[in-house]
């Protein structure tokens, strides 16, 4: 079992929740952890399913379920690449990366805090 340090920031924990199990760890973990992966992606190649369960160090099919949610709730979206239409990227939509990036800024809450 893995160790966790509730004490540390946020993000950091849920993406210890994310890797600790095998299918990604509890639907609203493995959402955050898509979320915090799309932010720190640094091109369309760490936007893809299979760039983000290498980065989340668990399987595809536990992220396509927590992109298919996050694009239900108006999250994320889903785009084609224009240049190879098999590769999919997932993208934050504007406002919700306005409002991550603004809460972050003000702050990083951990654990122990909330």
Do not use: W
């Amino acid at each position: 079992m893995l160790a966790i340090d509730y004490g540390r920031p946020f993000k950091a924990v849920v993406l210890d929740l994310a890797q600790s199990s095998p299918k990604g760890g509890p639907e609203t973990v493995r959402q955050f952890a898509v979320i915090f992966a799309l932010q720190d992606a640094k091109s369309d190649v760490d936007r893809t399913v299979r760039a983000l369960a290498t980065t989340l160090k668990v399987g595809k099919p536990a992220i396509t379920r927590a992109v298919d949610t996050l694009v239900r709730e108006n999250v994320v979206r889903r785009r084609r690449d224009p240049k190879d239409g098999r590769n999919v990227f997932v993208d934050l939509l504007a406002e919700v990366e306005d409002s991550t990036a603004r809460s972050a800024a003000t702050s990083e809450p951990t654990h122990a805090t909330m």
